[in-house]
């Protein structure tokens, strides 16, 4: 007797392909997301998002690959957000302009898309808000998990001087960590994971992604490291429960499924009082 069914959906190659790519990109949204938190940076990855449609559509409207525009724009607008802020840090203030001139740009290339190009695909526009994880292929599933495996091991790498930047930015440079190189880093490792989210969910959706699972670890416990690893492990588990409920009730997005379960999470954590910290 096999060990799975043909109604198994571990059996169904597309819902192996969507474990392969969504399991790593999880992770990844994970440990990324535990310092956009941490960093007070989440404007930073709402910007993002909307980076993430303009790349898309912008690489659409001129017949190049999506994914090269996700990339490109993600990626680079991290990196123009460093170079706007204090040591890689942008405030509030950057973003939003930056956030704003995005906006105007991505209706330019929407516009662009669906007038220039006749035999454009009308729903590659809908695949990027809202992703298609389901209807990704072996190999692109594949390049999907590498790539988020490598932003996992940059930020695993980065994770203690990155801490110690983050909690006391001052003393840090005094004890010579490279404070902006390492902003820098890390804003291009966060661009890299909001273009792997919007494969997965969407660009409207992956600040969920990004956010919900730090911010439940954070919730739940003080403990740096724990919360790093309790961040990854709700990431990956939420993406699995929800791309097995959407298996499950074909009639529910997976992405919708994902996050509805991540917001569940997240609203749980607030029910769940952390212990006080000794003082003797």
Do not use: K
Request: aromatic share 8%; with cysteine.
């Amino acid at each position: 007797m096999t060990v799975l069914s043909a109604a198994s959906p571990l059996s169904q190659p597309f819902f192996q392909h969507a474990l392969l790519a969504g399991t790593p990109v999880a992770a990844a949204c994970g440990l990324v997301g535990y310092f956009l938190v941490l960093r007070a940076q989440v404007f930073t990855a709402d910007a993002l998002s909307h980076v993430a449609f303009t790349g898309a559509m912008a690489a659409l409207a001129v017949g190049g690959d999506l994914r090269l525009g996700l990339f490109a724009a993600t990626i680079g607008v991290s990196l123009l957000f460093g170079a706007l802020g204090r040591r890689a840090r942008p405030d509030d203030v950057v973003t939003g302009s930056v956030f704003s001139w995005v906006l105007g740009l991505g209706a330019f290339f929407v516009t662009l898309y669906t007038t220039s190009r006749s035999t454009a695909d009308g729903t590659a526009g809908v695949s990027v808000l809202f992703g298609s994880v389901f209807g990704i292929s072996a190999a692109h599933a594949a390049t999907a998990a590498l790539l988020a495996a490598g932003v996992c091991l940059v930020m695993l790498i980065a994770a203690r001087p990155l801490l110690f930047a983050t909690l006391d930015e001052a003393v840090a440079a005094a004890r010579g960590v490279p404070v902006r190189p390492l902003g820098y880093v890390f804003l291009a490792v966060a661009g890299a994971s909001a273009a792997e989210a919007t494969q997965a969910v969407g660009s409207l959706l992956l600040l969920g992604l990004l956010a919900a699972p730090a911010g439940a670890a954070i919730r739940l416990t003080d403990r740096p490291y724990q919360a790093l690893a309790l961040s990854v492990g709700l990431g990956v588990t939420e993406m699995w429960a929800g791309l097995f409920t959407s298996y499950a009730v074909p009639r529910v997005p997976p992405s919708f499924a994902v996050m509805a379960i991540a917001t569940a999470v997240y609203a749980a954590a607030f029910l769940i009082r952390r212990p006080a910290p000794r003082t003797g």
